[in-house]
């Protein structure tokens, strides 16, 4: 690789950019994890997390990737043989589904196009013919980060609701949590997954389980085997500010900060500036020439956006072409659509300017890359951006 000046572009949905304070929060050094400053740090912790998540019950945090809060999720509530709903969404819905078949639990998998949400329709339709409650639990990536597709959580809840199904309502907010408005308790929420290294702008290693009271009542009785991901020995450690095993604590010392940029800017603030970069990386796609591939206009995505290139161009070529010549990430193509699409991430700790540099960068690579690309796409995503 030749010699790179200035900084990498990071735009992928993840892993996203650490801001430089998040940085140096992180770099002070550690201290001990059973002593009496680090139980006064724990203790607010777990108190100002919970508005990211829209919630006041507790909020586990773990030392692990959001892969290990879907674990906790499923062998918190359930029990060997139950039946859950899983919604086909994208490669990460399908990678959720796959754990828990693995876990011991009887999945349905409800087909998707992986262009569109979960359907609140068709999951009323299955309740309804469900009528001796043998579903146990409803699983729903709220972002799927592979297509930039955001289910309507609350038109689950109200199919629910509306069918009088008993079904928990296990959701995954990796991509979209402090990034897309999201509220646990408003919502009906009974497990929400979470990962640190998206939109709450901190590096990879802390997962999180917003719990209700009706999940924490189904943990009394669930039979999947569990130890490190048991959620009862976590809380009754964090009564008293500690953790049952030694924390990350150096991320947690990152995640205070993070928690505190995010209440500064305000969350609707956050959200609304997620939600216009977006809208404008979708004129930019739209102005080249290219489809977003979320074909619901209810549903797109504030974290991401994915692209879908014609037949006879690839996208993982345009890749290619984008980090060699302007040292800039995007992310690939994943499952069934490997070559087919790349994604824009404008979610994190980002503002106008690294969204017109990403967006100049994607524009000349297309170009590049043989795509006749129009060059009014990036001054349709500034119009965007000048006006909104």
Same mark, same amino acid.
């Given at each position: 690789? *030749?010699?790179?000046?200035?900084?990498?572009?990071?735009?992928?949905?993840?892993?996203?950019?650490? *801001?430089?304070?998040?940085?140096?929060?992180?770099?002070?050094?550690?201290?001990?994890? #059973?002593?009496?400053?680090?139980?006064?740090?724990?203790?607010? $912790?777990?108190?100002?997390?919970?508005?990211?998540?829209?919630?006041?019950?507790?909020?586990?945090?773990?030392?692990?990737?959001?892969?290990?809060?879907? !674990?906790?999720?499923?062998?918190?509530? %359930?029990?060997?043989?139950?039946?859950?709903?899983?919604?086909?969404?994208? @490669? =990460?819905?399908?990678?959720?589904? !796959?754990?828990?078949?693995?876990?011991?639990? @009887?999945?349905?998998?409800?087909?998707?196009?992986?262009?569109?949400?979960?359907?609140? !329709?068709?999951?009323?339709?299955?309740?309804?013919?469900?009528?001796?409650? #043998?579903?146990?639990?409803?699983?729903?990536? @709220? /972002?799927?980060?592979?297509?930039?597709?955001?289910?309507?959580?609350?038109?689950?809840?109200?199919?629910?609701?509306? &069918?009088?199904?008993?079904?928990?309502?296990?959701?995954?907010?990796?991509?979209?949590?402090?990034?897309?408005?999201?509220?646990?308790?408003?919502?009906?929420?009974?497990?929400?997954?979470?990962?640190?290294?998206?939109? $709450?702008? %901190?590096?990879?290693?802390?997962?999180? /389980?917003?719990?209700?009271?009706?999940?924490? &009542?189904?943990?009394?009785?669930?039979?999947?085997?569990?130890? =490190?991901?048991?959620?009862?020995?976590?809380?009754?450690? /964090?009564?008293?500010?500690? =953790?049952?095993?030694?924390?990350?604590? /150096?991320?947690?010392?990152?995640?205070?900060?993070? %928690?505190?940029?995010?209440?500064?800017?305000?969350?609707?603030?956050?959200?609304?500036?997620?939600?216009?970069?977006? &809208?404008?990386?979708?004129?930019?796609?739209?102005?080249?020439?290219? !489809?977003?591939?979320?074909?619901?206009? #209810?549903? @797109?995505?504030?974290?991401?956006?994915?692209? %879908?290139?014609?037949?006879?161009?690839?996208?993982?070529?345009?890749?290619?072409?984008?980090?060699?010549?302007?040292?800039?990430?995007?992310?690939?193509?994943?499952?069934?659509?490997?070559?087919?699409?790349?994604?824009?991430?404008?979610?994190?700790?980002?503002?106008?300017?690294?969204?017109? +540099?990403?967006?100049? +960068?994607?524009?000349?690579?297309?170009?590049?890359?043989? =795509?006749?690309?129009?060059?009014?796409?990036? +001054?349709?995503?500034?119009?965007?951006?000048?006006?909104?």
């Amino acid at each position: 690789m *030749p010699t790179r000046t200035g900084r990498h572009f990071l735009q992928i949905p993840g892993p996203t950019n650490v *801001p430089d304070q998040v940085l140096r929060a992180m770099a002070a050094p550690t201290i001990d994890h #059973r002593g009496p400053e680090f139980a006064a740090m724990t203790a607010r $912790l777990l108190d100002v997390v919970k508005p990211v998540f829209g919630t006041s019950g507790p909020v586990v945090i773990y030392p692990a990737s959001g892969t290990g809060a879907w !674990e906790a999720a499923l062998v918190n509530t %359930l029990s060997p043989g139950d039946r859950v709903l899983c919604f086909e969404t994208g @490669h =990460f819905a399908t990678l959720w589904q !796959e754990m828990a078949a693995a876990l011991g639990l @009887h999945v349905t998998l409800v087909p998707g196009d992986w262009r569109r949400g979960a359907d609140p !329709e068709e999951l009323a339709r299955r309740l309804a013919a469900d009528t001796a409650h #043998r579903v146990k639990a409803v699983c729903v990536v @709220h /972002n799927e980060t592979s297509t930039g597709v955001t289910s309507r959580i609350a038109d689950l809840r109200r199919a629910l609701d509306a &069918a009088g199904h008993p079904a928990l309502l296990l959701v995954d907010t990796i991509s979209s949590l402090g990034s897309i408005d999201y509220r646990h308790d408003e919502w009906g929420v009974d497990v929400t997954v979470a990962g640190s290294q998206k939109g $709450l702008m %901190l590096p990879p290693g802390l997962s999180f /389980n917003a719990v209700s009271d009706k999940a924490l &009542a189904a943990s009394k009785t669930s039979r999947l085997k569990k130890s =490190f991901w048991d959620w009862a020995p976590v809380l009754e450690a /964090n009564r008293r500010g500690f =953790f049952p095993y030694t924390p990350a604590t /150096n991320l947690l010392y990152g995640l205070a900060e993070a %928690l505190d940029m995010l209440a500064a800017e305000g969350l609707s603030q956050v959200y609304a500036r997620h939600a216009r970069h977006a &809208a404008a990386t979708r004129a930019a796609v739209r102005g080249w020439g290219l !489809e977003v591939l979320c074909a619901d206009e #209810r549903e @797109h995505s504030g974290s991401l956006t994915a692209v %879908l290139m014609p037949d006879g161009h690839d996208a993982d070529k345009v890749r290619k072409i984008i980090l060699e010549r302007f040292d800039m990430s995007l992310g690939a193509g994943l499952g069934r659509l490997g070559g087919r699409v790349f994604r824009i991430g404008h979610l994190g700790h980002f503002n106008d300017l690294t969204l017109a +540099g990403t967006l100049a +960068g994607v524009q000349m690579g297309l170009d590049l890359a043989g =795509f006749p690309v129009d060059p009014t796409g990036l +001054g349709a995503a500034l119009e965007v951006l000048r006006t909104g």
